[in-house]
Every structure is written in C-alpha cells, then in structure tokens.
C-alpha cells in the first residue's frame, strides 16, 4: 500500500490561526487520502525544539513513499530555515521517498499524487 507522511505546523500552536478549523480540514483530507487506498499519517509541529527529534521519529517510523511538506512549514518567509532543515531531515531519515508540497490543507492528496 501506498504510504504518505504530511508535515506541517500544529495550527494549535500558532496565535492566530483557526486551529480547529485547520485541524477538522486536515482530518477531511486524511479521509480523501484514505479513500485513495493511500495509508497516511500526519506530524503537525510547534515551531520549537520539539520539532526536530518529532519529525525525525515520524520519518523512521516506516519506508515512506512520499512525504507532503505543508504550506505552513514552507511558505512564511521567517521560516525559511525551518523549511530547510525540514527537507533536509527527509533527505537524511527518509531518502527513498519522493517530496512534494501542498498549497493548502486541501490540496495534499493531489500534491502526493503528483509525484506517485
């Protein structure tokens, strides 16, 4: 089976953000994957040093295929180095899967597919 590690920032954790929106529209997209027959699983971090021993754990938890790296991680300026470190961590713990970004909670299971 098919299987994708998505990324991203815990919106629970950011001043600001709609948490339990982002949260119930990410769990929709958990279902659009599922209903793929593609096996998922999600890492949302707080941006502190929690993050990178979290997302090394998710990325030897098993042989991923692909993993999404959210919007959130990518796309603020302020966390260009963030977003680096992040790839570079499924370059070292992950280096069989194929990488590819969302533009949107929404878009995850086309932005895997993209490179299925």
Do not use: C, Y
Not at 2 to 18: E, F, R, W
Not at 34 to 59: C, F, K, N, W, Y
């Amino acid at each position: 089976m098919t299987s994708v590690l998505v990324l991203g920032i815990d919106p629970h954790a950011v001043p600001g953000l709609d948490g339990p929106a982002i949260s119930a529209a990410l769990d929709g997209e958990m279902a659009r994957f599922r209903a793929q027959g593609i096996e998922v699983s999600t890492t949302m971090v707080a941006l502190d040093d929690s993050a990178e021993p979290e997302i090394i754990a998710a990325l030897t938890e098993r042989a991923w295929d692909v993993v999404v790296v959210g919007g959130g991680i990518r796309k603020p300026a302020p966390l260009l180095t963030f977003f680096e470190q992040v790839v570079n961590l499924i370059r070292q713990h992950a280096p069989q899967a194929a990488i590819a970004f969302n533009t949107s909670v929404a878009d995850s299971v086309e932005s895997a597919q993209r490179v299925l």
